[in-house]
């Protein structure tokens, strides 16, 4: 199943798709982002088709574990997506996040039109002249291509197994500091 996003020109909801390490922990913070209609955990980047959960673990296949964001522009801009995107998660080590380890935990950002790229590569170019992390970042900047929804049991996964092992000790922290450091983002049910 191939979704495509809205064109830049066509009103509604927009679409960005970003990799930074586990499905889970994207989904559980940007589910809590005001102006977020849906999040949804899945595969990018390989050329297997129809890519599974174990065959992308297995590093094989060239994906990414994704997010896909659907968002309205007039209530959060693509810009914060970012901004959180680099706030929770690490940059800095290639095909890496923490103790998951493979060319599926990449941090990379899928781009969807012209707007998003410059948006994408201007913001990393600010954080690189800041200084905003010790080491250069080494987020991918690439085109979006077909996107492949994960397997049903990873939807809401952090939601529903908050007590599981990995939720409680690299979800939950991630989801802690999207709440600290964007508190004004947050839905208000959220």
């Given at each position: 199943?191939?979704?495509?996003?809205?064109?830049?020109?066509?009103?509604g909801?927009r679409?960005?798709?970003?990799?930074?390490?586990?499905?889970?922990?994207?989904?559980?913070?940007?589910?809590?982002?005001?102006?977020?209609?849906?999040?949804?955990?899945?595969?990018?980047?390989?050329?297997?088709?129809?890519?599974?959960?174990?065959?992308?673990?297995?590093?094989?296949?060239?994906?990414?574990?994704?997010?896909?964001?659907?968002?309205?522009?007039?209530?959060?801009?693509?810009?914060?997506?970012?901004?959180v995107?680099?706030?929770?998660?690490?940059?800095?080590?290639p095909?890496?996040?923490?103790?998951?380890?493979?060319s599926?935990y990449?941090?990379?950002?899928?781009?969807?039109?012209?707007e998003?790229k410059?948006?994408?590569?201007?913001?990393?170019?600010?954080?690189?002249?800041?200084?905003?992390?010790?080491?250069?970042?080494?987020?991918?900047?690439?085109?979006?291509?077909?996107?492949?929804?994960?397997e049903?049991?990873?939807?809401?996964?952090?939601?529903?197994?908050?007590?599981?092992?990995?939720?409680?000790?690299?979800?939950?922290?991630?989801?802690?500091?999207?709440?600290?450091?964007?508190?004004?983002?947050?839905k208000?049910?959220?």
């Amino acid at each position: 199943m191939n979704l495509d996003p809205n064109p830049a020109d066509v009103a509604g909801p927009r679409v960005a798709t970003l990799a930074g390490g586990c499905f889970w922990c994207l989904e559980a913070v940007y589910d809590e982002m005001a102006g977020v209609a849906s999040v949804t955990s899945g595969y990018m980047g390989g050329a297997l088709e129809r890519p599974g959960y174990e065959a992308v673990c297995g590093g094989d296949t060239g994906h990414a574990e994704v997010v896909r964001i659907e968002y309205d522009p007039t209530v959060t801009s693509y810009r914060d997506l970012l901004e959180v995107f680099f706030a929770i998660h690490d940059p800095t080590t290639p095909n890496r996040q923490g103790n998951d380890v493979g060319s599926q935990y990449r941090s990379a950002i899928f781009w969807h039109d012209a707007e998003q790229k410059a948006e994408a590569e201007g913001y990393i170019a600010e954080l690189s002249q800041s200084g905003a992390f010790s080491a250069p970042i080494v987020t991918e900047v690439v085109p979006a291509t077909t996107f492949w929804p994960a397997e049903d049991y990873h939807s809401d996964y952090f939601a529903r197994h908050p007590q599981q092992p990995y939720c409680m000790f690299v979800v939950s922290p991630k989801v802690a500091k999207f709440r600290a450091r964007f508190a004004e983002r947050r839905k208000a049910n959220g």
